[in-house]
């Protein structure tokens, strides 16, 4: 936030040295002591109406992450309120800046080595501040040493070890400053036989369950429509370092979270994995949109499109019985428990089916409003997008870009009834903030910044 001074209500004490030793911000200066940053505050008075609308305003973040899960962590803390750091390659940036297309083209008429902005990476970078950066340098280390000193949280997705070789590990960091969360974010976690495996998302899924048992019933294994296990560990990795920020204000320390998606997987396999235990049995194997212990329980195909219904417990079917139109399958001696109709599944299932397809999915829609039966439209993506209750939920925000123009993205899905999380920033240009971050956290004068730029470690 410019022109904004953090103080007050203080979480931990600063680590005592702004600057590192030596490097660019350091030499020749005194350490001076700073106080750790907590309420946002703007022009020296507490500005409480933005520390209610932002539940995380004073903690600064460094993301050292690319791609998915890491991202997607960062831009949760950044949705609440936190200040996001991104460091990107200074020409390359984020990998997903080249996953297109789609993308949105360039409207300010600059050429750029991507034709616009990858619809991938405005997925899970909003809200953020990018620095270009390379530090594969003894000053680029410097660089950021100095900025791990004012952080409060640094998020990493390096394979285990490898930021070692650049001063960049955990303790090494910790070191500068004890009061630094530093989240990990890899595959298969910084311990055990599968540690050195590089992890992605479908990978995990297949090596942990997931695909196993997603697809229809006597098709192939199948990969979830979105990386599910990518963003569940996004979601487990920002609820640690909230923990850990919680924790820090008892102790004044900070601590390192190793969140992999391995983990995360098993961990999301939920009541699957329960079973799997409690049973000592093999899983059931896949079931498409149907359930393994409850019919009907699933999507079935109307006459345009398909619409998924639950009669889920005798109430409910009966009811499902009386609005289709066949009050007598609710004492037909094959369908009167759930017991019965998992046992006649494929008989129920068909004649169901058979029955919805004479009408539309608007139509089966309209029969079913207010029945208090579970029932819902599979739509597709636009649908969803344009969706009057995703619309009226405000869960799609336009944002304008400074060279795409206006853009629509996703919001923040949580509300809250005295915060306001929201898009306040859109997915920023790679480097776009190079010259802030540098001049207002580390006063750098123009003059360096340039020469870091002539040596191309940064842009």
């Known amino acids: 936030m410019k022109n904004t001074r953090l103080f007050t209500r203080c979480l931990a004490p600063r680590a005592a040295s702004r600057y590192p030793a030596a490097g660019w911000g350091g030499q020749g200066r ?43 962590c960062t831009q949760i803390l950044g949705d609440l309120g936190a200040e996001i750091i991104k460091i990107e390659h200074p020409t390359r940036g984020d990998d997903t800046r080249s996953w297109g297309p789609p993308d949105a083209p360039y409207i300010d008429g600059k050429e750029r080595q991507f034709p ?7 997925s899970v970078n909003r809200n953020k501040k990018s620095l270009g950066l390379s530090f594969n340098n003894p000053t680029g280390i410097s660089i950021l040493h100095s900025l791990v000193r004012k952080c409060d949280v640094l998020v990493e997705n390096y394979l285990p070890g490898s930021l070692s070789k650049y001063q960049l590990d955990y303790h090494t960091l910790s070191s500068l400053n004890p009061a630094l969360i530093y989240a990990s974010v890899t595959g298969y976690g910084q311990t055990g036989p599968y540690k050195d495996r590089a992890g992605y998302d479908v990978m995990v899924e297949a090596e942990m369950g997931l695909m196993h048992i997603t697809g229809e019933r006597d098709g192939p294994p199948v990969k979830v ?7 569940t560990t996004g979601m487990y990795t920002a609820i640690g370092v909230l ?28 009541n699957i994995a329960s079973s799997g235990l409690v049973s000592g049995k093999k899983d059931s194997g896949r079931w498409g949109t149907a359930h393994a212990s409850v019919v009907p329980y699933r999507a079935y195909q109307t006459a345009d499109t398909n ?16 609005k289709i139109g066949k009050p007598e399958w609710k004492t037909d001696p094959r369908f009167v428990t759930n017991a019965l109709r998992v046992k006649n599944r494929d008989t129920l299932d068909r004649i169901i089916e058979d029955v919805l397809k004479a009408k539309t999915t608007k139509e089966w829609l309209d029969v079913f409003e207010g029945s208090g039966m579970p029932y819902a439209a599979v739509n597709d993506i636009q649908g969803t997008l344009n969706h009057e209750h995703v619309l009226a939920r405000n869960m799609i925000e336009k944002v304008d870009h400074p060279a795409c123009g206006p853009l629509k993205l996703v919001n923040h899905p949580v509300k809250y009834s005295r915060a306001e999380p929201k898009i306040r920033s859109p997915p920023p240009m790679l480097g776009e903030h190079t010259d802030e971050v540098l001049r207002e956290l580390l006063d750098f004068d123009k003059a360096q910044i340039e020469e870091l730029k002539k040596g191309k470690t940064v842009a």
């Open 30 to 72: 005194k350490p001076r002591i700073e106080q750790r940053r907590c309420l946002a505050t703007v022009n020296g008075a507490v500005d409480k109406k933005t520390v209610e609308k932002l539940p995380l305003a004073g903690i600064r973040v460094l993301d050292m992450t690319r791609v998915l899960a890491g991202p997607y």
């Open 116 to 122: 616009g902005e990858s619809a991938y990476y405005l």
């Open 225 to 231: 429509g979105v990386a599910v296990t990518d963003l």
């Open 243 to 270: 923990a850990a920020l919680y924790s820090r204000r008892e102790t004044g320390l900070g601590q390192w979270i190793d969140a992999s998606l391995s983990d995360c997987q098993v961990a999301g396999l939920a």
């Open 307 to 322: 619409i998924a219904v639950g009669g889920c417990n005798d109430k409910l079917y009966g009811i499902l019985c009386d």
